[in-house]
């Protein structure tokens, strides 16, 4: 990503709409896999530390990062989260079969072999263990933000759900999010396009009033997206699940 992009992120994340709600969401999701404190686990892509911030408010004790670029990792430092390393998602710095828990939110669709990395995933997740998985999603909302990120690709359902089987995970729960404010987002990268402005991170272009009303809009989203499942969204997400051997499993 530019450095642009991850400075945004480390001055506004802790406040911002689009960061606390999904910090909402993924938080729900993880607390049904009734893990213990003690579990191994690993956010891929920390950028500069809202899903490491997310993990701690959970009470997680051995939590852990990974991120390609060293400005994330000292954006991490200076919030206090020392336990990141410089790594690649796709060669990740675990042993087999170590996490109990893998969050890798808006990660997959920087690199160039999404298949490399979603295998690295299962390969370091314990049978059992799960993932977080989150991606931009309809190539139609292509805008400066996905330049900006360096993204290679948006996904569709479909597209990320035969990549999580292909990697050998089990999709438990998959669903878009971000529906309500699709059509909105949509015009409003067009009309930036359009207007041939210098491409800013999205998250600057916010003020408190705006911050409140997204923030009540992305509140309802994010509790009714599980539910209802929409056909559309900004983004798709996938819990998936590294299956337990068959009991008659050779060892």
């Given at each position: 990503?530019?450095?642009?992009?991850?400075?945004?992120?480390?001055?506004?994340?802790?406040?911002?709409?689009?960061?606390?709600?999904?910090?909402?969401?993924?938080?729900?999701?993880?607390?049904?896999?009734?893990?213990?404190?003690?579990?191994?686990?690993?956010?891929?892509?920390?950028?500069?530390?809202?899903?490491?911030?997310?993990?701690?408010?959970?009470?997680?004790?051995?939590?852990?990062?990974?991120?390609?670029?060293?400005?994330?990792?000292?954006?991490?430092?200076?919030?206090?989260?020392?336990?990141?390393?410089?790594?690649?998602?796709?060669?990740?710095?675990?042993?087999?079969?170590?996490?109990?828990?893998?969050?890798?939110?808006?990660?997959?669709?920087?690199?160039?072999?999404?298949?490399?990395?979603?295998?690295?995933?299962?390969?370091?997740?314990?049978?059992?263990?799960?993932?977080?998985?989150?991606?931009?999603?309809?190539?139609?909302?292509?805008?400066?933000?996905?330049?900006?990120?360096?993204?290679k690709r948006r996904y569709l359902k479909n597209d990320m759900i035969a990549l999580c089987r292909d990697a050998g995970l089990k999709p438990v729960r998959s669903f878009y999010f971000n529906y309500l404010l699709f059509f909105p987002i949509?015009?409003?990268?067009?009309?930036?396009?359009?207007?041939?402005?210098?491409?800013?991170?999205?998250?600057?272009?916010?003020?408190?009033?705006?911050?409140?009303?997204?923030?009540?809009?992305?509140?309802?989203?994010?509790?009714?997206?599980?539910?209802?499942?929409?056909?559309?969204?900004?983004?798709?997400?996938?819990?998936?699940?590294?299956?337990?051997?068959?009991?008659?499993?050779?060892?």
């Open positions: 990503m530019e450095a642009s992009v991850y400075a945004a992120d480390a001055e506004l994340e802790a406040n911002h709409w689009w960061y606390v709600g999904r910090r909402k969401l993924f938080g729900n999701l993880i607390n049904t896999l009734h893990l213990t404190d003690s579990s191994d686990v690993v956010d891929i892509g920390t950028s500069s530390g809202t899903n490491l911030r997310l993990l701690a408010d959970l009470g997680f004790s051995r939590i852990r990062g990974v991120d390609a670029s060293p400005i994330a990792v000292e954006f991490c430092a200076a919030k206090g989260f020392d336990r990141v390393l410089l790594g690649d998602v796709c060669a990740l710095p675990f042993e087999d079969g170590e996490l109990d828990l893998v969050l890798a939110t808006d990660i997959v669709e920087h690199v160039d072999d999404d298949v490399g990395a979603m295998r690295e995933i299962t390969r370091v997740l314990k049978p059992g263990g799960c993932a977080l998985i989150t991606v931009p999603a309809f190539r139609m909302l292509w805008g400066h933000q996905d330049d900006l990120s360096h993204h949509y015009v409003a990268r067009r009309l930036l396009r359009l207007s041939g402005t210098k491409p800013i991170p999205e998250t600057r272009l916010n003020a408190p009033v705006l911050n409140r009303m997204l923030s009540a809009v992305f509140t309802v989203d994010i509790k009714t997206a599980p539910v209802l499942r929409p056909p559309f969204g900004v983004s798709f997400l996938v819990l998936a699940q590294r299956p337990e051997p068959a009991p008659d499993a050779p060892v």
